[in-house]
């Protein structure tokens, strides 16, 4: 049997972190490591923490606490530095995970060696008691993840059991503005090691902010994503086997998207209409004409 870490990044995170310490406590299958690093938290997080384990008495769980603030991108990077067993979770301060979550993502992981990074399926929820429709038909089955963009990251870092054997890549690949999920479903998409598993492992929590008023990006932002996704394609071809022709598909839709926005032409989108499939969704391409036409 693997050995497991769990990486909590914390900050300003009281009002929810005792429930989230709570579901990885009682996990069925302990836990080897749990290390957790607050980002300079001004509220009672830390103080909860330290409570926690002590009340607890968790030998295997470690507190870190940043002179600075290094912003949670850097903060759940940097964790990975402590990591001494095979695989790891990363972990977010407010979410609630399924007491069977590590046993069985971990059984699966050692399972099949093929797999790099697995992640599940997730149970949005918000705060205002809302919840996101559930099926109850999930099949439990695992399967290679196929996607046509290997830009979109449609799964959170929470979701994620990865193998350690991937660190190394961050420390000579990442940089600071990528996030540490997006790096890791970038790398695992372009070495074909990202599979899913098709189970429920973790109630997700959003914030009533996010489901009420969801972001959507104005012109500029959309500019500046551009920018951003041109330099994931580069990254994306430095340490991928991928062909040609796959890669050259999506560095043209995000050229189009990026030279349509720049330029204030909406009709340069028609040449994206043969990547539909590379969008989010319908509405992401109609906001792109909307932004190209000064709109928004």
Not at 43 to 60: C, E, H, P, S, Y
């Amino acid at each position: 049997m693997g050995t497991i870490s769990v990486l909590l990044s914390t900050y300003n995170g009281e009002k929810y972190i005792i429930e989230q310490l709570e579901s990885l406590k009682n996990q069925t299958r302990k836990i080897d490591s749990v290390i957790i690093k607050d980002d300079c938290s001004t509220d009672n997080t830390v103080k909860l923490i330290r409570q926690f384990l002590g009340k607890n008495n968790l030998d295997r769980w470690k507190l870190i606490i940043n002179e600075e603030n290094l912003g949670w991108r850097k903060n759940f990077v940097s964790l990975l530095d402590y990591v001494d067993t095979e695989h790891f979770f990363f972990c977010d301060q407010d979410d609630i995970w399924h007491l069977d979550k590590i046993e069985k993502m971990a059984a699966v992981m050692e399972g099949d060696t093929r797999i790099e990074i697995l992640v599940s399926k997730f149970y949005p929820f918000y705060e205002d008691g809302r919840k996101s429709r559930k099926s109850d038909c999930l099949s439990g089955q695992v399967q290679k993840l196929e996607q046509k963009n290997f830009l979109l990251n449609k799964f959170p870092g929470c979701t994620m059991c990865i193998k350690s054997s991937l660190i190394p890549a961050y420390k000579k690949y990442w940089s600071k503005d990528i996030p540490h999920d997006s790096f890791a479903m970038l790398y695992g998409l372009a070495r074909h090691s990202v599979y899913v598993y098709d189970y429920f492992t973790i109630h997700y929590r959003r914030h009533a902010q996010t489901a009420t008023h969801p972001t959507i990006l104005n012109r500029e932002e959309r500019i500046h994503e551009a920018e951003y996704y041109l330099r994931l394609v580069q990254l994306y071809q430095d340490i991928s086997h991928a062909r040609p022709d796959d890669i050259k598909c999506v560095k043209e839709w995000v050229t189009v998207r990026r030279d349509a926005l720049y330029k204030r032409n909406p009709l340069i989108l028609l040449k994206n209409i043969k990547h539909l499939n590379l969008y989010w969704s319908l509405q992401t391409y109609i906001m792109d004409w909307i932004c190209a036409m000064g709109l928004y």
